[in-house]
């Protein structure tokens, strides 16, 4: 069956590096996105991307992060300079339609622990 | 502003019994709601899906209904297993036109017990 795969599955970095999240998500799939949770805390919605664009996002996603589909396989979210409330789990999905239509196909997340 | 809520805490059941948990929300119109099932350190798991204009859906012991009027959703497992044991989110998606982003719930966690 095919999945959502990411990388890496846990990362540590220090206050103000960047960090680059990895995912594939499922080939034919047309819309990307990124959510993130914090430990004990709601999945929240960071930015949906389609068509080679941003087509949403959300207040969190602010000048510090970026998306990019830079090969047509993968997915990646970049954070510029990381803070310590961006420690949570950062998880990619996929889908064929919109999110309202079908269902979305998530990755098993990257843990971002930022220090 | 909008509002997803699940019971907090978490519901203890017998196995072979049927598990329900609530969803309510306000503030919000969606067209669809979604049931995803998260494990612990694991990304979330499509379950079914409802549209505004359906009242019940069902997938194997699985049900969900959606009252539009109520703003509620309820999820049923029936013939609970400890397999079963997870935490269920609901998410709300909104209409053509107003965006891609599903809103999550806090989750309800499920625990079937022998």
């Known amino acids: 069956e095919p999945e959502v795969t990411q990388t890496p599955s846990h990362q540590v970095t220090q206050m103000g590096q960047e960090v680059i999240l990895r995912c594939v998500p499922i080939s034919n799939h047309l819309y990307f996105y990124w959510y993130r949770q914090i430990l004990g805390q709601k999945v929240e919605f960071l930015v949906s991307?389609?068509?080679?664009?941003?087509?949403?996002k959300s207040e969190i996603f602010d000048d510090q992060f970026s998306v990019e589909r830079p090969d047509g396989s993968n997915f990646t979210l970049k954070i510029r300079s990381t803070k310590l409330e961006d420690s949570a789990m950062y998880f990619c999905?996929?889908?064929?339609?919109?999110?309202?239509?079908?269902?979305?196909?998530f990755g098993e997340g990257s843990r971002l622990t930022v220090l | 502003s909008q509002k997803i809520e699940q019971n907090s805490e978490a519901l203890n059941i017998q196995e072979g019994k049927t598990a329900t948990l609530t969803c309510n929300y306000t503030n919000y119109s969606p067209a669809y709601l979604q049931w995803y099932r998260q494990d612990p350190g694991r990304g979330p798991v499509f379950l079914l899906l409802?549209?505004?204009?359906?009242k019940e859906k069902r997938k194997e012991r699985l049900k969900v209904t959606f009252d539009t009027t109520l703003k509620q959703s309820l999820f049923h497992i029936t013939a609970s297993q400890p397999a079963d044991s997870a935490t269920y989110l609901c998410a709300l998606a909104p209409r053509a036109g107003g965006g891609n982003k599903l809103t999550f719930g806090t989750g309800t966690q499920l625990k079937v017990e022998l």
């Open positions: 991307f389609y068509n080679n664009e941003i087509s949403e």
């Open positions: 409802i549209r505004e204009n359906e």
């Open positions: 999905a996929s889908s064929l339609g919109t999110s309202g239509t079908g269902e979305l196909f």
